[in-house]
């Protein structure tokens, strides 16, 4: 599987690819956070690993991405999460 990994990494235009996709990312996490200034506080992260700080208690926020089948993981006070 590492082997793999590597033979994936160092195919031509990879990382070119995640830069661009990175900037993708970074230029609509901020739109939507600009949309939604009332629920999301913050976005954080690096190239393709981000993070979110929202307003609403953790636990609301997970449950409303699962129930659009958005898989996340809630850090911090993820105290309960509503069903």
Do not use: H, W, Y
């Not at 599987?1 to 996709?21: H, S, Y």
């Not at 976005?43 to 609403?56: D, H």
């Not at 699962?66 to 105290?79: F, P």
């Amino acid at each position: 599987v590492g082997n793999a990994v590597l033979d994936a990494v160092l195919e031509p235009g990879f990382i070119e690819r995640v830069q661009t996709l990175a900037l993708r990312l970074k230029q609509e996490l901020a739109r939507v956070q600009d949309e939604n200034p009332d629920v999301i506080e913050e976005v954080r992260g690096s190239g393709l690993l981000a993070g979110i700080k929202v307003k609403p208690p953790m636990g609301e926020v997970v449950a409303a991405c699962l129930a659009e089948k958005l898989l996340t993981v809630g850090a911090g006070d993820v105290t309960k999460i509503v069903e």
